[in-house]
């Protein structure tokens, strides 16, 4: 096991993230949760929040970049399963 650190934290609910955005897949069967990936996203901008102030450069840039890039990802997650529900007469 890594040892606990921020950055750990961060990378790991990153990851979530991005496996319930069907970006990292575990399996062919692998569902994508919109909802889950929303909340584990929210769940990182309250932790940015509440640790204003209290981290590093490093810790900071990792978190602010993290976020940047999940939130992008799941606009564009949205907008493709908004396209795959199109149904056309």
């Known amino acids: ?6 950055e750990f934290l961060v990378a ?4 979530q993230a991005e496996m319930a955005m069907g970006l990292i ?5 692998q569902p994508v949760d919109l909802d889950a ?6 769940l990182l901008a309250m ?3 509440k640790t204003k102030g209290n981290l ?5 840039r990792f978190l602010e970049n993290s976020l940047t890039e ?3 990802r799941y606009v564009a997650a949205v907008g493709e399963e908004s396209k795959s529900n199109i149904v056309l007469p």
Request: glycine letters at 0%; a negative charge.
């Open 1 to 6: 096991m890594p040892p606990a650190s921020f």
């Open 12 to 15: 790991s609910l990153r990851m």
């Open 25 to 29: 897949k575990m399996s062919d069967d």
């Open 37 to 42: 990936s929303r909340h584990l996203i929210d």
């Open 47 to 49: 932790l940015e929040e």
């Open 56 to 60: 590093t450069l490093e810790e900071h």
């Open 70 to 72: 999940l939130r992008f």
